[in-house]
């Protein structure tokens, strides 16, 4: 089964090793295309893929179309490879704010497709990736694409009403969870710490935490209970952060993501 990515920036990049690593596909079956020749073939040489020349021998050579390109570029993407697509040819889409029925008109009324959001952790299969499939992709199909996203991490099906919504506190919220290790990190260099040393101990803490709550089913807010002596040095830091704002100003956040990728601002 050969599968063509049209876009190699970030996001396809980071579903490809993370692909590559769990071996649930070989790197010969991967072909990939991306406006930069100067940066896709150096990255597909590095991994054993298939660089092709356009967009269009992609797609006829493709078994699984992943369109991974920025949301603009969707529809001059899609016209350019009309007369090379196939309209049995399943489609993932990745592309944030594109709606099932958008890419429906943009290719036919009964291609298959898979739209996705996925997030860039996916390069260590440790991805959190929503699905919605539309009917047009058979079971089997539909069976074989969840593998693949499977592979790279969690997997949740989900309406797409609710794509914008997850892609901020999942997709977009990679970023802020490494603004928050970074500000930990900055914190430590203020009190003596040499950056790479304050982002190790950060990013450990944080994955320590994030494991733990999954293993235990514990809510954060337990967990803050238990850390937090009576009297102790926590609940005053907890108080401080509260006062500067810390959770108004994470819901804003949320809400400007949100808002920006509604179209809504
Ligand atoms: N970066 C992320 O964390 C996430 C991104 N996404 C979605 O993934 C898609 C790609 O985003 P990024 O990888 O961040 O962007 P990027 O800018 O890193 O990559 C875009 C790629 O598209 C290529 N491209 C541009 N025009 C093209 C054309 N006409 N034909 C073929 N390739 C073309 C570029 O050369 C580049 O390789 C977007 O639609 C975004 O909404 C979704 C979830 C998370
Ligand atoms: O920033 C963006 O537009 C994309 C969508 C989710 C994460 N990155």
Partial sequence: MKI????????????IDGLLKSKVVVAEDILIHGNH??????????NGLVACETN???????DILVIAVVPAVVQPVLN?????????QPI??????ITIDRLQELTSDTQPILRILPNVNS???AGMTAVAANKYLEDENLTELLKLMSAIGEVIELPETQFANFSAISGSAVAYIDFFIDALSRAGVKYGFDKATATKIAAQTTLGSAQSLIQSGE?????IDKVCSPGGDTIAGILA??????LNAVVKGIDATIEKSTGNN
């Fill in 4 to 15: 063509g990515f049209i876009g190699a920036g970030a996001m396809a990049q980071a579903i």
């Fill in 37 to 46: 020749k100067n940066r896709y073939e150096p990255y597909a040489k590095k």
């Fill in 56 to 62: 269009s021998e992609l797609t006829s050579k493709s």
């Fill in 80 to 88: 350019e490879i009309a007369t090379s697509l196939k309209n049995t």
């Fill in 92 to 97: 993932i889409s990745m592309a944030s704010g």
């Fill in 123 to 125: 390069a260590y299969n």
């Fill in 219 to 223: 809510t954060p807010a337990e967990v």
């Fill in 241 to 246: 952060m509260e006062q500067a704002g810390l």
